[in-house]
């Protein structure tokens, strides 16, 4: 098979990104055949127009359907969170993996939180990582698992650290409008944030690319999150919500750790290794392409 071809494209996880990244594959030439996974049968019956086959896979167990698709794959894309006992993909499918004779590329979606914090500085793939939460410990497993598992194969595998992900349906247009918008100011603090398209588009041009290496995958203008929700209110005509200080914020705890970490993350090397600018550099452009999509 010609290696520039995308023949049989398995998902672990059609979540936001993947069905980003499914529709990308299947547009493009010639088109690419989309299989994976979903946790429940609703999610399944809203992906029918995208997919020639979803299973069900909540990564207790094996999913029951799954293996005869997974068998055939030519590429996996892997989009599960891993839980305490490692990746579920490996956990349950291993076997299924390794009997896949014509697999030719991995990728792993992985975090920019594997980083940890460094005080609002420059970072790029050479930073040491230094997760500061055990979900993020447990992403730093689980890259170096399907590391190891792609030599094994001897296989190329793309892990892209994404930032945090918006886009159509999930921005800050939604919780404006459904009052759950807040501007929390925690001062110098700033995030990296990646439009899901340009995860789609990026996930497809190195599948095609066959590209092997660990990337990160964020905006070109780390900000600082009160900045995007007051200019998201601007576009809405709306009045943005009342600062409050991040030390008095009602948070969860959860919440409260996506601040622990501040760092600018850099992109220079994805789009160096694809020859590429990203669709939306950062958040303003992010934006306002979605608002636009909503137009009539």
């Not at 979803?54 to 891993?82: E, K, M, Y």
């Not at 500085?121 to 730093?140: G, M, T």
Request: proline fraction near 7%.
């Amino acid at each position: 098979m010609d290696r520039g071809y995308l023949v049989n494209v398995f998902f672990f996880g059609l979540g936001f990104s993947s069905r980003a990244a499914a529709l990308f594959l299947a547009a493009g030439e010639p088109k690419a055949s989309i299989s994976g996974t979903v946790r429940t049968p609703e999610k399944a019956a809203a992906l029918a127009s995208i997919t020639s086959q979803v299973h069900l896979f909540d990564g207790t167990g094996p999913g029951p359907t799954l293996g005869p698709d997974l068998r055939r794959a030519s590429n996996v894309i892997l989009s599960i969170a891993p839980g305490a006992a490692g990746d579920p993909a490996l956990l349950q499918h291993r076997a299924d993996l390794d009997a896949a004779k014509n697999l030719q590329w991995l990728c792993y979606y992985s975090t920019v939180g594997v980083y940890g914090d460094f005080g609002g500085n420059w970072i790029d793939e050479s930073a040491p990582l230094v997760p500061r939460n055990e979900r993020s410990d447990r992403r730093v497993l689980a890259e170096q698992a399907w590391r190891d598992y792609a030599a094994e194969r001897g296989v190329p595998l793309t892990i892209l650290r994404l930032a945090g992900i918006y886009g159509p349906g999930r921005s800050a247009f939604d919780k404006l409008r459904d009052g759950s918008a807040h501007r929390i100011v925690k001062p110098g603090q700033v995030f990296n944030r990646i439009h899901v398209a340009d995860i789609g588009r990026v996930t497809a041009l190195a599948a095609q690319q066959r590209l092997d290496g660990t990337f990160n995958l964020a905006d070109d203008e780390p900000a600082a999150p009160q900045d995007l929700v007051t200019h998201a209110a601007k576009l809405l005509g709306m009045a943005p919500p009342p600062a409050i200080d991040f030390d008095t914020a009602d948070l969860t705890p959860m919440q409260r750790s996506f601040y622990a970490d501040n760092k600018r993350v850099s992109n220079a090397a994805i789009k160096r290794a694809l020859g590429i600018e990203l669709l939306y550099p950062n958040y303003r452009t992010g934006l306002a392409a979605i608002l636009e999509s909503e137009q009539p």
